[in-house]
């Protein structure tokens, strides 16, 4: 029998930084997020003045989202995101939107790149920027090989000019760095795209319908609308250079494009699983505690082993979701392929027991769940968001339904 090969260290404790940096996030969605909640969600409006507090204090800044990015154990963003999402999902993804926008530069760009737009996503306390990732259209969500927005070169001015309509877009519109991709060889479908960074104030850029949603309505979501945009060429992100040469592999019949952009999807989907323990945990914890105080039949509803056994399901998938995050955002930031799709299961069962857990929350607050009052029937509208973007529940199942079979899942 060979030797049994060392087993990579994996730890379930976050060890005495992440733990500070938790309880830091923590106090802010504590005591500054979770009681601005529900007045951002009836005006539906990006909430700035939280935005400010939170760059005054490094919580909103490149620096932290960066330093937790690069965490080498890979659970930085995962309990960052829990704990801002605990306070709430719709303030949290205000705060989260441009980190997300920065991830697609910082994974696939040149150092050049980095330094120079990552910066002006965030922009400093006093000045506060956002940045948005701008990849679907109105006849490309789910598909997203069917993307029309077109990137042509324009190599007298060693330019590229963008056109095209964008849909859905967090941030869109009220951002100063939009992320925009687009194809540059039709034929080649998600092979064929490649990703641009658009600067501040140019021109043709425009933003469309602000969308009125069923949750996470303190964030904005927009159409952007590309009209003759015109980027100079060091805005294509990762280079000419790299496009060529992947264009080149491309055409020759390799699948390079389509298997990179796989990982990086791959890669990112843990932290939103991590958006949606936030919100399920916010949930559970305020129906555990409303059950041990609402008596009904003379003793505490908690004692109906209806009610308990609800709460032990609800803490248990909690428990259950965020130990896959973990898991998955470890692999990444190890180098472990993901073979077994693990980014997509923790966002496939992260946000339907968001949904799941919310409801049950509902339940369990009676009519007054069911109320503004309280703040459950908000967590539910905003928990359904996980089950939707970032690749909905259907496009999860497909991607681990591939791995698991080896088939050509459709
Ligand atoms: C609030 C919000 C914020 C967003 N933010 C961003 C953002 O910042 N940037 C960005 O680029 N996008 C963003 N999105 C877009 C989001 O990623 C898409 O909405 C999502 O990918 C689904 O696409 P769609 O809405 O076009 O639905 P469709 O693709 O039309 O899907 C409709 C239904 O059909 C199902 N379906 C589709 N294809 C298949 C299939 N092959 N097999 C089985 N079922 C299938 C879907 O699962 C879904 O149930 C956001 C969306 C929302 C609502």
Same mark, same amino acid.
């Given at each position: 029998?060979?030797?049994?090969?060392?087993?990579?260290?994996?730890?379930?404790?976050?060890?005495?930084?992440? &733990?500070?940096?938790?309880?830091?996030?923590?106090?802010?969605?504590?005591?500054?997020?979770?009681?601005?909640?529900?007045?951002?969600?009836?005006?539906?409006?990006?909430?700035?003045?939280?935005?400010?507090? =939170?760059?005054?204090?490094?919580?909103?800044?490149? %620096?932290?989202?960066?330093?937790?990015?690069?965490?080498?154990?890979?659970?930085?963003?995962?309990?960052?995101?829990?704990?801002?999402?605990?306070?709430?999902?719709?303030?949290?993804?205000?705060?989260?939107?441009?980190?997300?926008?920065?991830?697609?530069? @910082?994974?696939?760009?040149?150092?050049?790149?980095?330094?120079?737009?990552?910066?002006?996503?965030?922009?400093?306390?006093?000045?506060?920027?956002?940045? @948005?990732?701008?990849?679907?259209?109105?006849?490309?969500?789910?598909?997203?090989?069917?993307?029309?927005?077109?990137?042509?070169?324009?190599?007298?001015? %060693?330019?590229?000019?963008?056109?095209?309509?964008?849909?859905? *877009? &967090?941030?869109?519109?009220?951002?100063?760095?939009?992320?925009?991709?687009?194809?540059?060889?039709?034929?080649?479908?998600?092979?064929?795209? /490649?990703?641009?960074?658009?600067?501040?104030?140019?021109?043709?850029?425009?933003?469309?319908?602000?969308?009125?949603?069923?949750?996470?309505?303190?964030?904005?979501? =927009?159409?952007?609308?590309?009209?003759?945009?015109?980027?100079?060429?060091?805005?294509?992100?990762?280079?000419?250079?790299?496009?060529? =040469?992947?264009?080149?592999?491309?055409?020759?019949?390799?699948? @390079?494009?389509?298997?990179?952009?796989?990982?990086?999807?791959?890669?990112?989907?843990?932290?939103?699983?991590?958006?949606?323990?936030?919100?399920?945990?916010?949930?559970?914890?305020?129906?555990?505690?409303?059950?041990?105080?609402?008596?009904?039949?003379?003793?505490?509803?908690?004692?109906?082993?209806?009610?308990?056994?609800?709460?032990?399901?609800?803490?248990?998938?909690?428990?259950?979701?965020?130990?896959?995050?973990?898991?998955?955002?470890?692999?990444?930031?190890?180098?472990?392929?993901?073979?077994? /799709?693990?980014?997509?299961?923790?966002?496939?069962? =992260?946000?339907?027991?968001?949904?799941?857990? &919310?409801?049950? *929350?509902?339940?369990?607050?009676?009519?007054?769940?069911? &109320?503004?009052?309280?703040?459950?029937?908000?967590?539910?509208?905003?928990?359904?968001?996980?089950?939707?973007?970032?690749?909905?529940?259907?496009?999860?199942?497909?991607?681990?339904?591939? @791995?698991?079979?080896?088939?050509?899942?459709?």
């Amino acid at each position: 029998m060979s030797e049994p090969q060392a087993p990579a260290a994996f730890s379930l404790d976050p060890g005495p930084d992440l &733990t500070q940096m938790r309880d830091w996030v923590h106090g802010f969605a504590a005591d500054v997020i979770r009681p601005a909640a529900a007045e951002w969600d009836e005006r539906e409006q990006t909430p700035w003045p939280v935005l400010e507090e =939170a760059a005054k204090i490094g919580l909103y800044s490149l %620096d932290f989202f960066g330093g937790q990015w690069l965490d080498e154990s890979g659970l930085g963003i995962p309990i960052a995101f829990e704990e801002l999402f605990w306070g709430d999902a719709g303030i949290g993804l205000s705060l989260a939107g441009s980190s997300l926008a920065a991830v697609a530069v @910082a994974s696939n760009g040149t150092q050049e790149q980095i330094g120079e737009w990552l910066p002006q996503m965030f922009g400093t306390p006093g000045d506060v920027k956002l940045a @948005a990732f701008c990849a679907s259209e109105p006849d490309a969500g789910s598909d997203v090989g069917a993307i029309r927005t077109r990137a042509t070169y324009l190599e007298a001015s %060693d330019e590229w000019v963008l056109n095209g309509a964008k849909t859905w *877009a &967090t941030n869109g519109g009220i951002a100063d760095v939009h992320v925009v991709v687009a194809t540059v060889e039709p034929s080649l479908g998600s092979r064929g795209q /490649a990703s641009f960074i658009v600067p501040p104030g140019t021109p043709g850029l425009s933003q469309g319908q602000k969308f009125r949603k069923h949750g996470i309505r303190a964030s904005h979501t =927009a159409e952007v609308v590309l009209s003759d945009v015109k980027v100079p060429g060091r805005c294509l992100v990762g280079g000419r250079e790299r496009l060529q =040469a992947r264009l080149e592999r491309v055409r020759a019949g390799g699948r @390079a494009g389509e298997q990179a952009a796989m990982r990086t999807f791959e890669a990112s989907r843990p932290s939103v699983g991590a958006m949606a323990v936030g919100v399920a945990r916010a949930a559970f914890e305020y129906a555990r505690d409303y059950a041990r105080e609402r008596q009904q039949f003379g003793r505490p509803i908690g004692q109906n082993q209806a009610i308990a056994f609800m709460l032990a399901d609800m803490s248990a998938a909690v428990d259950a979701a965020r130990l896959l995050v973990w898991r998955a955002a470890w692999m990444v930031r190890n180098g472990q392929s993901l073979d077994a /799709a693990q980014g997509s299961v923790s966002k496939l069962v =992260a946000g339907e027991t968001a949904v799941r857990v &919310t409801e049950q *929350a509902i339940q369990i607050l009676g009519g007054n769940g069911y &109320t503004r009052d309280y703040p459950v029937e908000r967590w539910h509208r905003d928990a359904k968001i996980f089950t939707i973007f970032e690749g909905t529940s259907e496009i999860q199942r497909m991607i681990i339904g591939r @791995a698991v079979t080896g088939l050509d899942v459709r």
